[in-house]
């Protein structure tokens, strides 16, 4: 099925010879698509870089020979890229578009509202919504606690209360919401990922874990030269929010941290590094400013 749609795809570029090529994420997908569009002699502008930075930094030199021009989301990409040569435009994080119109509600200083965010991906859900459930079992002990899980598109409703059932802890699930959930919420439990640019953007402190397999994580660890690893904390420049990886992910740990972020003080400091994040993920519009940019290259 790949194969099939590469093909049609090239073919039917091939037959309109377009001015430009808009090519979107998916790198495994799309730089094969990009060469292949250099060789008919067009265009080609990349939009949602591939993580070179964080790993694959070899990728860098396909980029510069296929793209004519990378348009990147994170202000670090905008320096990485102009460091290699590779001509780039920065135009923000659609991100901040989509929940722009979301307001956050005060918090209530009578309970503490925890929103889990287990993940997109079927094994990640198995393997950080358990530890995460014990982390609320553990404060509900202490204090008043309301926690809710958000369910992704991905993820069935249904393997979210098996694992509950397991657990013999049981929270409400809310389906996809567009943010409102992490925006109601005090804090955010969350693997890494999308999630948690989404809770420093509507300003929810947020606990980043991941766990992987151990054959996977020693090779990671080889691959990725990356202090920290939750995008939060990538775009501040340093650690803003707590991260747990592998052995750290446990309910007792997760609790500790929640303990840690909402003190005095330190819930309110947090919020402040999260609305610098924020102001460095640019200004509603990046679509916008992308039809721009091909609009300039057409032109030209």
């Given at each position: 099925?790949?194969?099939?749609?590469?093909?049609?795809?090239?073919?039917?570029?091939?037959?309109?010879?377009?001015?430009?090529?808009?090519?979107?994420?998916?790198?495994?997908?799309?730089?094969?698509?990009?060469?292949?569009?250099?060789?008919?002699?067009?265009?080609?502008?990349?939009?949602?870089?591939?993580?070179?930075?964080?790993?694959?930094?070899?990728?860098?030199?396909?980029?510069?020979?296929?793209?004519?021009?990378?348009?990147?989301?994170?202000?670090?990409?905008?320096?990485?890229?102009?460091?290699?040569?590779?001509?780039?435009?920065?135009?923000?994080?659609?991100?901040?578009?989509?929940?722009?119109?979301?307001?956050?509600?005060?918090?209530?200083?009578?309970?503490?509202?925890?929103?889990?965010?287990?993940?997109?991906?079927?094994?990640?859900?198995?393997?950080?919504?358990?530890?995460?459930?014990?982390?609320?079992?553990?404060?509900?002990?202490?204090?008043?606690?309301?926690?809710?899980?958000?369910?992704?598109?991905?993820?069935a409703r249904e393997e979210l209360e098996s694992i509950m059932r397991v657990a013999a802890i049981a929270v409400p699930i809310v389906s996809h919401d567009r943010g409102?959930?992490?925006?109601?919420?005090?804090?955010?439990?969350?693997?890494?990922?999308?999630?948690?640019?989404?809770?420093?953007?509507?300003?929810?402190?947020?606990?980043?874990?991941?766990?992987?397999?151990?054959?996977?994580?020693?090779?990671?660890?080889?691959?990725?030269?990356?202090?920290?690893?939750?995008?939060?904390?990538?775009?501040?420049?340093?650690?803003?929010?707590?991260?747990?990886?592998?052995?750290?992910?446990?309910?007792?740990?997760?609790?500790?941290?929640?303990?840690?972020?909402?003190?005095?003080?330190?819930?309110e400091a947090v919020c402040a590094d999260l609305a610098a994040v924020r102001g460095k993920l640019g200004q509603p519009g990046a679509a916008r400013r992308v039809a721009?940019e091909i609009h300039k290259m057409v032109r030209g």
């Open positions: 099925m790949f194969r099939r749609v590469f093909n049609e795809l090239l073919e039917r570029i091939a037959a309109e010879r377009p001015e430009v090529v808009l090519l979107v994420d998916y790198p495994d997908f799309n730089l094969r698509v990009a060469k292949r569009c250099k060789e008919l002699g067009l265009r080609v502008v990349y939009y949602i870089s591939p993580q070179l930075w964080a790993w694959r930094k070899g990728r860098v030199r396909d980029i510069s020979r296929y793209v004519d021009r990378m348009i990147v989301i994170f202000p670090f990409e905008e320096e990485f890229y102009r460091s290699h040569d590779v001509p780039v435009t920065y135009v923000g994080h659609p991100l901040i578009e989509q929940l722009g119109h979301i307001e956050k509600p005060p918090r209530r200083s009578e309970q503490l509202r925890i929103v889990l965010l287990p993940g997109s991906r079927r094994h990640e859900v198995q393997l950080l919504l358990p530890p995460m459930l014990e982390a609320v079992e553990i404060l509900r002990r202490e204090r008043n606690v309301h926690a809710y899980v958000v369910q992704a598109p991905t993820i409102e959930g992490i925006a109601a919420a005090d804090v955010a439990l969350s693997s890494s990922g999308t999630a948690t640019l989404e809770a420093a953007i509507l300003g929810t402190p947020v606990v980043v874990m991941y766990r992987l397999s151990r054959a996977t994580y020693v090779l990671a660890r080889k691959l990725v030269r990356l202090p920290q690893f939750s995008l939060v904390n990538i775009v501040a420049g340093r650690r803003v929010v707590p991260e747990l990886l592998q052995a750290e992910v446990n309910g007792a740990r997760i609790a500790d941290e929640v303990r840690t972020l909402v003190a005095p003080g330190r819930y721009e």
